[in-house]
């Protein structure tokens, strides 16, 4: 899947790109929903982008307008203390 599909499968319009607001990726793999969610949302927001796997993470890239904390943790059984 390409960004641009993955923008129009989760666009609604309850993600008020005006506003700054708080989301978690669950099962971030390598960014691609977490990507297209910071084209969404406002300046100043946050995205825990959250995946077991450190490695996929790292290739998540940062923002200028989005602040992406990546967690490697297992959602399921850590304590992810968010």
Do not use: C
Not at 6 to 21: G, H, N, V, Y
Not at 31 to 52: C, H, K, M, P
Not at 58 to 72: F, G, L, S, Y
Request: no cysteine.
């Amino acid at each position: 899947m390409e960004l641009k599909q993955a923008i129009q499968l989760i666009r609604t319009p309850k993600l008020d790109s005006a506003s700054a607001q708080v989301w978690a990726d669950l099962g971030a793999g390598t960014g691609l929903f977490t990507r297209a969610l910071a084209q969404l949302i406002g300046e100043n927001s946050t995205i825990y982008a959250v995946d077991r796997k450190d490695t996929d993470l790292q290739q998540i890239r940062a923002t200028d307008h989005i602040t992406i904390e990546k967690v490697p943790a297992d959602f399921i059984s850590d304590d992810l203390g968010l």
